[in-house]
């Protein structure tokens, strides 16, 4: 087991230093701030997280984690389809170049425009969140095939961290998904295919994944009791990634060994496993590249400020939890700058929040130096103050496995349009 866990320690430093290596040599061409996803890197997370779960597992990646329709397309050539919030991320996945039949229709209210359109187009399944959503999916007149369900299950149990489970707002108690399950046996065109369980996010720590898992497979039973059959069920098991230097990444093969031998359990014998995840696929991939802009001295601090703060990028772990708080920090300088210095980071906003790291140890910096940030792949661009003091957003950029840089259309571009 310690061997796995550093194996897998040394080989993700391993690509931090190649894609470092690959930075330094085209620092002057790269513009900033920059959002730059490794190819190589998302391919090995993606072959890790789905290493949790049996080999015929089905994957869908969450688009909330990072909408950038260009990963969307990368993730569906490695077969993993997309779970959407709403239509506007239908819309990117359409037009990433999946089939409906690989989307999941997740999303915490789904309007009945958008139902009707799901219903037309035949997704791999719509999640029902509430009682009056299925009240909403009942009036759909058309519906092109049968349409399959999910339930979202919320078991009223809550297991710490960013919950989303006992205490939310989302799913549904198991009484309610009782009931509709039983309608829904003599309901015209719409098919229980079975449940979806998604308790909370950026987990660091196996044991609150591994009795998540133990809750559903009580679900499973209790739907078995009542003679309601699961042929599907939908995990997201909320597994995080370390932002803040502080953080302990999350043990994969510990998680992976435990995960496994809970498959064995009969109570899966029968059913089709799918997984949906942000976080655990994408955010590895991103880089955050910024530039030194200025610098100053005051009142005994050394302020360096950076093209891009909190308006580019968030890291993620949710407003509040993060400000003050420093993330891992990679710096590219002139080689021949004096040595190391005790620096606070910040962006080019009006407020004092747009601290990017307090009290760091950084090499001497420049203008025109290069501040990196490792794990930026999920929530850091879409949860950032895109709107604060008009400053420029970012760019995005794909490194590909054979060196090959390629810019995308940023993804701000298809929601401020
Ligand atoms: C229902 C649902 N599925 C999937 C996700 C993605 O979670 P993560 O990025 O932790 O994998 C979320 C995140 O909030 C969610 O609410």
């Not at 308006?311 to 420093?326: E, I, T, Y």
Request: one cysteine or more.
């Amino acid at each position: 087991m310690i061997d796995r866990k550093l194996a897998d320690s040394h080989s993700r430093q391993k690509q931090d230093e190649e894609v470092l290596q690959w930075v330094k040599t085209h620092k002057t061409e790269l513009p900033t701030p920059l959002y730059l996803y490794s190819e190589a890197v998302l391919d090995e997370a993606v072959a890790a997280h789905r290493a949790l779960f049996p080999e015929n597992a089905r994957g869908f990646y969450a688009l909330k984690a990072n909408p950038q329709p260009a990963l969307v397309s990368q993730f569906a050539r490695l077969g993993i389809g997309g779970e959407v919030t709403g239509q506007a991320e239908w819309e990117l996945c359409i037009a990433a170049g999946l089939k409906p039949a690989n989307i999941l229709a997740g999303g915490v209210v789904k309007s009945l425009p958008f139902l009707e359109i799901l219903c037309q187009a035949g997704p791999a399944a719509i999640v029902i969140e509430s009682e009056a959503e299925w009240a909403r999916l009942k009036q759909v007149k058309n519906h092109s095939q049968q349409t399959k369900i999910l339930l979202r299950i919320n078991p009223g149990v809550s297991f710490g961290g960013l919950n989303m489970a006992g205490g939310s707002q989302f799913g549904l108690s198991t009484e309610q998904a009782l009931a509709i399950a039983q309608e829904c046996r003599s309901t015209a065109h719409l098919e229980l295919l079975g449940l979806h369980f998604y308790f909370g996010s950026q987990r660091l720590e196996v044991d609150p994944i591994v009795q998540a898992v133990e809750v559903v497979e009580a679900t499973i039973q209790t739907f078995g009791a009542a003679g309601v059959p699961i042929q599907v069920v939908d995990l997201g098991l909320g597994c995080g990634v370390p932002y803040l230097a502080r953080d302990k990444a999350l043990d994969g093969a510990d998680l992976r060994e435990q995960l496994q031998t809970r498959w064995q359990n009969p109570v899966w014998a029968d059913i089709d496993i799918w997984f949906e995840a942000g976080r655990a696929l994408v955010a590895r991939s991103g880089y955050y590249l910024t530039r030194v802009i200025d610098k100053k001295q005051l009142h005994g601090e050394t302020f360096v400020f950076l093209d891009g703060g909190l308006n580019v990028h968030n890291p993620g772990v949710g407003l509040g939890g993060f400000l003050r708080r420093n993330p891992h920090f990679h710096f590219i300088t002139n080689p021949f700058s004096p040595p190391e210095e005790l620096i606070t980071l910040v962006g080019n906003l009006c407020t004092t929040a747009d601290t990017v790291g307090t009290h760091v140890t950084a090499p001497f910096l420049c203008e025109g130096d290069m501040v990196i940030i490792p794990n930026a792949g999920a929530y850091c661009q879409t949860t950032a103050m895109w709107g604060f003091n008009s400053q420029p957003l970012f760019q995005e950029g794909w490194l590909a496995s054979d060196d090959s840089f390629t810019l995308f259309p940023p993804q701000y571009q298809y929601v401020l349009k």
